[in-house]
Each structure stands twice: as structure tokens, then as C-alpha cells.
């Protein structure tokens, strides 16, 4: 069903500008044909293959965060982890839109509430689970993985903890009020209970609260053990912040980049900043549909836009891996022309977007937030970058969602359960959609691209003066200034962008004269990935006043956790540092939704984009649909079905002979001709 959506989103976007596709994807295709046929009029060979490798390209450069989100989420670093790490306790399943207990790991669950509200998950492992050395998995190893992800020291080696309020006991355990973490028990080896405390009740996806994943503390914290005196788990040694240093920053071996004691379907084997190496990991039991990992040896790098479909035509690459740019997405079309070639395409579940720095003294003003808003042309950018293969987005949503594909019409709405009025669901599932477009029209209508309007919210909230101090004249003063308790403040404001990234050229010549227009200098700063996500995430000083990124959501969607008010003057948790009690309380309603609860979460979905919108933390700028494109060569690649290409390749494999289950690649080939942890590039 998610491969149907992904491709029918693909065909309607592509259909307004069909003709125009249409002779462009043509005279591409005689220019390919021109590069590749031999002198002598033959047809482009085949690209010959290690049938024991696979080289997979993405157009986003790994940062290293191989262990963990909490240095930061580049979507190239979570595929590695989700290549690697394995056996959480949850997953989703893709196909009844649910969290489950993941069957090979979890043998049994009990659920309990106690007087008090509290609610208990007691979970049973299985005793075959082992790390790729052959070391047994227990209970204690998903503790430890608790416990070292929520410790207020990570900060000290330029991490942010993991906020899991949702456990009882986690506030009195990171302040040090309790020496244990009262909510996690380890009862024996093979059972770990885990208690929600009432206050997080309900959550929509509440078994999504205990996803957690194995970790060695043997290797992370040597001379440390996790125990439970019947208070809770807590870790007993010399557990400092000295140590945890040493074991995962260190350049050449520290876990961070580099974990070598792992239980995925691979292992890491190396890693030098561009290119990473694995194997197959021997001890690994299977996924939850009982595949196993066919392909020896996998090498995942980067790959430039201008040049990937040239390298996988050549043989250099057999997977490119979320392909978003229109010009490569295009040429992707011709190489499968040739026959050796097959694409996959899937809506993108996270968006593009401009983050303000809330902090700094000129874009504190919500009305300036506003103003800079109307002064971008979405349309045009969605247009320079991703073609008619993204569309824009007005809020904190991707196209991939279900609930923004449940109210697009993209996705269908529930059938009735037994005693459900069919007539009834279906006028509040029309009610839903009817909401939504008047909410979008109101949000378009706001933002339309008007630096006039722009320049309206700046007068009025005070944006008079110019650089003297004297009424700001449009056409004669440059930037517009305003008296704050600092000083005199202008207009003039800086905007950090990934170095490299194609869409530099497009803000300079669609974002910098509206702007000025309206009375706003802008200058782009080209800045390094880690240095730009080091700068979101607060762990560097913030220069800019905006930044320029991207993020795929995580399936479980909670934004409480990104827009909780500032605690003390601090970022924590809150990368934009707006600071607004109503969008937080909206947050927090949404997640509460009772689980299964599709209209109510509907409901606050759509009030929470729209007190987003309004207050303008972010500018939202476009989801879009992503693409790979592979060897006919690779067979049982089913990455409309997962949610990564690192969990679609386990039960893939190479192979010179054709797989008549198999869809024939020419039909996807027929459509496209006819016709994208937390960052991308």
C-alpha cells in the first residue's frame, strides 16, 4: 500500500507540468544515448558487478553518530545505525500503521497499572540474542542503554540526553533526588519491566515510549555494571564523564563513530569520514520477518548530485540511495531505459526548512519571523531544487506522514469497526479534510510572497529607523532598524546553509531582493554540516540568526519534545528557542490522544501546525518524494516497505539471474517517464 501512495503522489505532482516533463526527459534521453553507444552503434554494456559487494551512494555526507541521535541525526548517520544496531524491543509495522513488541526479541509482555495511574510493561526476552562477537544480550544491556542515554553528563562531551519524562522516576534521577531510575527493573537476565508514570498517559503511539536497543557496557563504560537493589536500575563504578570520553570520542576507536560490538544484520568494519565498510554480522538471528542479511560486504559513501547517475551507469555504484535533486531524479529516468537499471520512490516523512535562532535580538519579534516569511517564494525554491518531484509545506510536517497523507486524500480513512455508522465516518473524515484545506488556504494566504506586506508587519512592530536613528525611508535607507533595551538594532541578518548544497544559489536570487524590499539585508554564510548541526543543536555559538536544514521525523511524532520552553535561559531540547506556552500545550495535547484515536489526533495535529505557523519558529519550505535507483542486478529490494534502505537490504541480494516474482522494473519506468535521529543536505 505504501509503495500504491508513493507513487500516485509522485504522478500527481508530476501532472501539471507533464508536457514540459515530457520533452525535457526526451531530448535527455538522446543525449544519453549519444554518450553511451559504442562507435561502432552498439548498445551500452552492462555494468559488470561483485555479486559479494554492494556500493550504495546518498547525496548527504556522514557526520559519524553511529551509536546514537544525541550528537546529532544526519539521515545518512541513521541509516548506518540502523544498519548495525539492532533488536529494539519495538517496532512499527508499516502495514497496520502500529507499534508492536518486535517477535525476536520479546517473547511475552504483561501489562499492569498500579492505584496510582502508573502503567507497567513487564517484557520477556528471548535467550538467543547475541552481540556480534558472540556475546550473550540480556536484560541489563537494555538498562544500561536507559540509563546512559538520559545522563546529564553527556553534556559534557557535547551530547544531548535523551528526554524520557515518560518514565517514572526520570526527573528525580537526572537532578539526583534518587540514585535509581524507579521506573526500570531488571527482575533476571530475560525480563525488564518498565513502568509509564500517569502523567505521559495517554500517548498515541505508547508502546513506541519503550523502543530501546542493546548497548555493551562492557566496551562503553568498562568496570561499570547496571543493578537493581529493588528501587530501580542505576549504574554502579567509576561511571564519569572522564570516562565515557575515553571509550566514545576517541578519534580512532571510540564508540561514537567507530562501535565495533554491535548486534544488527552488519558490522562496521571501517570508517575514514567519507566511506564506511561493513560485513555481515555471523550472529545475528534475523529481522521480524525472518530474513537474513545475502550480501557479504556493503560500502555506503557519498555521492554528488552532478555525478551519481554517470557513476551507477558506469558500474561504480549499485544503489543511490535518496535522490531528491530534480536534474539527477531525471537522469535517473534514462538509465533505466537501458534496462539494467530499476528505481523506488517513497514520499519523504520529514521537510526542508529555514530555523530561527529565537535567541537573537532581531528575529526574537515574532512579527519579524512573519515578515521574512512573506518575503520567501516556496514555489520558486521547491521548483530550483526538487522540481515537480516536492511540494511546499506550510508547517512542521512531511508528505510522508499518515496524517498529513490521511488528509491530503492520499491515504484512505479506516474502514468502520463493527457497530461504527459508515455514513458517520465518513462526514467527520470529510469534516477532517475540509478543515484542513480551509487551515492551508489561511496559512498560504498570510505568507503569500509580498514584501509590501512584510514591510507592513515590520513598521508595525516598530521596524521605523534607519542606521541614523531617523525614519527609515524605502528606496533611500537600506535595512530597517529599531531601539531596543541593547541599542539601536538593524535589520541585517545572516543565514548559515550547508557548504555545497545546490540551493545557495536559488536563496541568493529568490530570498535576498525580497528582503531587501521590504527592508532586511541577508548575507549566506556556506557553513560545514557538523559545524551548522553543532550550531541547531547549541552545542557552538550561534552566529546566525537562521539556518538552513532539513529533518526526517522520527515515526513516533512528538514535538512536545522540540518546542518545551526554554528552562532557565537554556536551548535544552527546544533548538529553536521559541519559547511559547500555548504551542507547547497543543504539543502536549496532541500526544495524548488516545491511541487509535484517529479524528481527535487529527484535530490537534491541525491546531498545533496552526499555532506553529503563527508563531514561525521554523520556515517551512518543502517535503518531497525521494528516490533510489539501483542495478537490476540487486532483487528483493523492497524499500517502500521499510523505512530505511538499511533495513530494505536485509533479505536482498545480487544476483545476474531475473527474479520472475519480481515487479518488472519497465512498469516503474513507465511512470516515471510519464510523469527524501534528525538532517539532509
Given at each position: 500500500m505504501k509503495k500504491a501512495i508513493a507513487f500516485l503522489l509522485a504522478l500527481i505532482m508530476l501532472a501539471a507540468s507533464l508536457p514540459a516533463l515530457g520533452e525535457e526527459v526526451a531530448e535527455q534521453e538522446e543525449a544519453w544515448e549519444a554518450e553511451w553507444d559504442d562507435a561502432d552503434g552498439e548498445e551500452f554494456p552492462p555494468p559488470a558487478y561483485d555479486y559479494d559487494s554492494l556500493r550504495v551512494g546518498n547525496p548527504t555526507r556522514m557526520k559519524g553518530d553511529f551509536y546514537t541521535d544525541m550528537w546529532g541525526n544526519a539521515t545518512s548517520d541513521l541509516d548506518v545505525r540502523a544498519l548495525i544496531h539492532g533488536y529494539d524491543l519495538i517496532r512499527w509495522d508499516g502495514e497496520n500503521g502500529l507499534f508492536t513488541t518486535d517477535p525476536t526479541v520479546v517473547n511475552g509482555i504483561i501489562v499492569t497499572g498500579d492505584g496510582e495511574g502508573n502503567r507497567t510493561y513487564s517484557l520477556s526476552l528471548y535467550s538467543d540474542l547475541y552481540y556480534c562477537d558472540g556475546s550473550e544480550i540480556t536484560a541489563w544491556d537494555y538498562a544500561f542503554t536507559l540509563l546512559l542515554s538520559i545522563d546529564p553528563m553527556l553534556e559534557q562531551l557535547g551530547a544531548k540526553p535523551l528526554r524520557k519524562d515518560h518514565i517514572l522516576g526520570y526527573a528525580e534521577y537526572i537532578s539526583g533526588e534518587s540514585p535509581a531510575l524507579a521506573g526500570v527493573h531488571v527482575v533476571n537476565d530475560r525480563r525488564l519491566d518498565i513502568t509509564l508514570r500517569r502523567e505521559y498517559l495517554p500517548f498515541f503511539y505508547e508502546l513506541g515510549l519503550l523502543s530501546c536497543q542493546p548497548s555493551p557496557i562492557g566496551?562503553?563504560?568498562?568496570?561499570?555494571?547496571?543493578?537493581?537493589?529493588g528501587q530501580g536500575v542505576y549504574i554502579a563504578g567509576d561511571f564519569t564523564a572522564e570516562l565515557l570520553a575515553s571509550t566514545l570520542l576517541d578519534p580512532e576507536t571510540g564508540y561514537r563513530t567507530h562501535p565495533a560490538l554491535t548486534c544488527g544484520p552488519y558490522v562496521l568494519t571501517a570508517f575514514d569520514g567519507d566511506t564506511a565498510q561493513f560485513d555481515i554480522n555471523p550472529y545475528y538471528k534475523g529481522n521480524a520477518a525472518g530474513q537474513l542479511p545475502l550480501i557479504p560486504h556493503i560500502e555506503y559513501t557519498l555521492a554528488d548530485n552532478e555525478t551519481m547517475m554517470d557513476a551507477l551507469g558506469a558500474g561504480e555504484f549499485g544503489l543511490l540511495n535518496k535522490v531528491t535533486k530534480a536534474d539527477a531524479i531525471l537522469a535517473g529516468t534514462q538509465l533505466i531505459g537501458t534496462g539494467y537499471f530499476a528505481p523506488a520512490n517513497y514520499p519523504r516523512s520529514g521537510l526542508t526548512f529555514i530555523s530561527f535562532n529565537c535567541e537573537k535580538a532581531a528575529v526574537q519579534s515574532q512579527s519579524v519571523r512573519q515578515a521574512i516569511a512573506c518575503c520567501v517564494d516556496k514555489d520558486q525554491l521547491v521548483a530550483d531544487y526538487v522540481g515537480n518531484f516536492g511540494l511546499r509545506v506550510e508547517g512542521f510536517y512531511g508528505m510522508g506522514q499518515w496524517m498529513y497523507q490521511l488528509l491530503t486524500g492520499a491515504m484512505a480513512y479506516p474502514e468502520p469497526e463493527e457497530g461504527q455508522d459508515p455514513a458517520e465516518l465518513a462526514a467527520a473524515y470529510d469534516a477532517l479534510v475540509a478543515q484542513w484545506d480551509q487551515t492551508l488556504e489561511e496559512i498560504r494566504s498570510f505568507y503569500a510572497l509580498d514584501p509590501n506586506h512584510a514591510a507592513l508587519l515590520l513598521e508595525l512592530d516598530g521596524w521605523t529607523l534607519n542606521r541614523q536613528g531617523q525614519p527609515f525611508v524605502p528606496g533611500v535607507d537600506d535595512v530597517r532598524c529599531k531601539q531596543l533595551e541593547s541599542g539601536l538594532t538593524a535589520l541585517e541578518l545572516t543565514l548559515a546553509y550547508p557548504e555545497g548544497n545546490g540551493m545557495a544559489h536559488s536563496l541568493e536570487q529568490r530570498?535576498?531582493?525580497?528582503?531587501?524590499?521590504?527592508?532586511?539585508?541577508?548575507?549566506?554564510?556556506?557553513?560545514?554540516?557538523?559545524?551548522?548541526?553543532?550550531m541547531f543543536y547549541g552545542r557552538a555559538d550561534r552566529d546566525a540568526d537562521m539556518l538552513y536544514l532539513g529533518t526526517d521525523f522520527d515515526v513516533v511524532f512528538d514535538p512536545s519534545t522540540h518546542f518545551i520552553p526554554r528552562e532557565d535561559g537554556a536551548l535544552t531540547w527546544n533548538y529553536t528557542g521559541a519559547a511559547d506556552e500555548e504551542l507547547y500545550r497543543l504539543a502536549v495535547e496532541l500526544r495524548k490522544t488516545e491511541p487509535g484515536d484517529l479524528k481527535t489526533y487529527c484535530q490537534r495535529w491541525i491546531a498545533f501546525q496552526q499555532r506553529f505557523t503563527e508563531l514561525q519558529p521554523m520556515i517551512p519550505i518543502y517535503s518531497n518524494v525521494y528516490f533510489d535507483f539501483f542495478t537490476r542486478s540487486l532483487h528483493s529490494y523492497a524499500i517502500s516497505e521499510n523505512v530505511t534502505w538499511t533495513q530494505a537490504i536485509v533479505?536482498?541480494?545480487m544476483s545476474d539471474m531475473e527474479d520472475e516474482e519480481e515487479e518488472e522494473p519497465g512498469e516503474d519506468a513507465d511512470d516515471l517517464g510519464e510523469d527524501e535521529a534528525f538532517f539532509d543536505d
Open positions: 566496551v562503553i563504560a568498562p568496570g561499570c555494571e547496571v543493578k537493581d537493589d530570498l535576498i531582493p525580497a528582503l531587501a524590499e521590504a527592508g532586511i539585508g541577508l548575507t549566506l554564510v556556506p557553513c560545514e554540516m557538523t559545524a551548522l548541526l553543532d533479505g536482498a541480494y
